[in-house]
């Protein structure tokens, strides 16, 4: 089953502008990490964050996590058109039987409008 | 990070018959996992790839429909076994080297099934 849930699950921007994605789960993790798909093709990692640490920076993208709200956040800045794709958050968790894997929300649609 | 190589990248298959994708890596890799995408939805986990054994299947994945081979740390390969116009999908290979590690995805294998 799917863990983490996203919001807003669209969301259309103007080029410039900042573009935030909401991600909660319920259960216990050992990280969260982002990806970003554009349309047909793979998975590109973007930020991992693990349970003990609380906001992580990687150029234009800014991460947040809360594990008391077991919540996180994207936060794309000075949004470009290219950064129109889907992102998803997927938190990593330990379960007994298959051990630790990766569970992925349903993601955010994001357009930035040129 | 590793590089992950897909192949076939896409087919058109005729129902009742089965394809194998092959996930290659080019470097040793802890853990493999293949995933499953549908039209318009999230990342689901089929198995774990385990070298030298069987693999983990998730909830509603079995393996006679889902082989799944992992015979070294750099290769794996899936097999959809009788395939129906319910499985075009997505099929993604992913990799890491351990727990609270980045995953890696391929550019995914696009199926469709007449």
């Known amino acids: 089953s799917q863990q983490g849930e996203e919001d807003p699950q669209a969301l259309s921007i103007q080029e410039g502008e900042n573009a935030t994605m909401n991600c909660s789960y319920k259960t216990s993790i050992n990280n969260l990490q982002w990806y970003r798909q554009n349309s047909g093709r793979g998975l590109v990692h973007l930020i991992l964050i693990r349970s003990n640490e609380r906001e992580k920076h990687s150029g234009r993208l800014r991460v947040t996590l809360d594990t008391s709200k077991k919540s996180s956040s994207l936060l794309i800045t000075a949004s470009r058109a290219a950064d129109t794709a889907s992102y998803f958050c997927a938190t990593d968790g330990t379960h007994e039987t298959s051990g630790s894997r990766l569970t992925f929300g349903e993601g955010t649609q994001l357009t930035v409008n040129p | 990070s590793a590089v992950i190589s897909q192949k076939p990248s896409r087919d058109i298959c005729q129902r009742g018959t089965s394809l194998t994708i092959q996930c290659q890596v080019d470097?040793?890799?802890?853990?493999m996992f293949w995933y499953r995408q549908q039209p318009g939805q999230s990342l689901t986990l089929i198995a774990t790839?385990?070298?030298?054994?069987?693999?983990?299947?998730e909830s509603g994945f079995v393996i006679d429909k889902f082989p799944i081979s992992r015979p070294n740390l750099t290769f794996s390969t899936l097999t959809v076994s009788n395939m129906s116009p319910e499985d075009s999908s997505i099929y993604l290979c992913?990799?890491?080297?351990?727990?609270?590690?980045?995953?890696?995805f391929g550019d995914g294998t696009r199926l469709s099934i007449l």
């Open positions: 992913s990799v890491r080297q351990g727990a609270n590690q980045p995953q890696h």
């Open positions: 470097s040793q890799v802890t853990m």
């Open positions: 790839a385990n070298q030298g054994s069987e693999a983990t299947y």
